[in-house]
């Protein structure tokens, strides 16, 4: 893609939406929701904005991952067929989206957004529990590669669908199923990565830019993770994402 078309006030934007984005992600999830009609809202042909998203979105799952495993908060030998799994279905659904149409994908991917955003307001908080982890087919024959296989076509979301059914079918307590998330939501995104740089999908300098800015935006919301409202935030998110799809359906 051609920088060159996109002004500095536009670079500007997308810079400031991917700190907050990552503020955001690292309190509760979910900064795709912003991220993603950002880069709608600049013009950004869809099937460019799955691929940088995808691409932006690594770095902080990633460094996530690479953080547990050093801290031993992470078995590889207990993550790895997690992890295949969450990226095979990534891989299938981010080939799958290559072939749709890219009018069709300014139409579906807004809906998607709303969808998520919806469930995101109306979705209950998950309980704390106390047992340990529990063996579940359900979990890792069918919840894990379904999620990898909703990032690889679209993404915002799928780590906290990731911590939702950790919670739900294996039966982890809110804090280990957000750890869990971490790896399967790394995989699913290096896999969608791998999948939009083949396609040439990706706008790499505008992913670079919001890369820089989800880092500095996480080390900030590191520092306020023990001070933040997590309803607030989580309200906001989706006030803030609902606002700019807005504005991205009005300019069609």
């Known amino acids: 893609m051609d920088l060159a078309s996109y002004s500095f006030e536009i670079l500007t934007f997308l810079f400031v939406i991917a700190i907050i984005a990552g503020f955001i992600d690292t309190l509760v999830g979910g900064g795709g929701l912003l991220a993603v009609p950002a880069l709608l809202l600049s013009g950004i042909p869809p099937i460019y904005v799955l691929g ?46 290559q072939f749709i149409d890219t009018e069709l994908l300014s139409f579906v991917i807004p809906i998607v957004l709303v969808v998520i955003a919806i469930y995101f307001i109306i979705s209950p908080k998950p309980k704390v529990r106390t047992k340990n982890s529990e063996t579940n087919k359900n979990f890792e ?3 894990v590669p379904t999620v990898g296989f909703y990032d690889g076509m679209f993404g915002p979301g799928a780590g906290s669908f990731f911590v939702m059914t950790g919670v739900m079918l294996k039966k982890l307590e809110i804090i280990q199923a957000t750890i869990l998330a971490k790896p399967l939501n790394f995989a699913s995104n290096i896999a969608g990565f791998i999948v939009f740089f083949s396609f040439g999908h990706i706008a790499f300098i505008i992913g670079l830019i919001m890369m820089l800015g989800q880092l500095i935006g ?3 919301g590191t520092h306020y993770l023990l001070k933040a409202n997590p309803k607030v935030i989580r309200i906001l998110i989706v006030v803030m994402s609902l606002v700019m799809l807005a504005r991205y359906i009005s300019s069609l």
């Open 52 to 97: 940088t998203n995808k691409f932006q979105g690594s770095m902080g799952t990633g460094i996530a991952t690479f953080l547990l495993f050093r801290k031993k908060k992470l078995n590889w030998e207990t993550i790895k067929y997690l992890m295949l799994a969450s990226f095979i279905g990534s891989i299938i659904g981010g080939v799958i989206v």
């Open 141 to 143: 024959k069918y919840a």
């Open 218 to 220: 996480a080390f900030f």
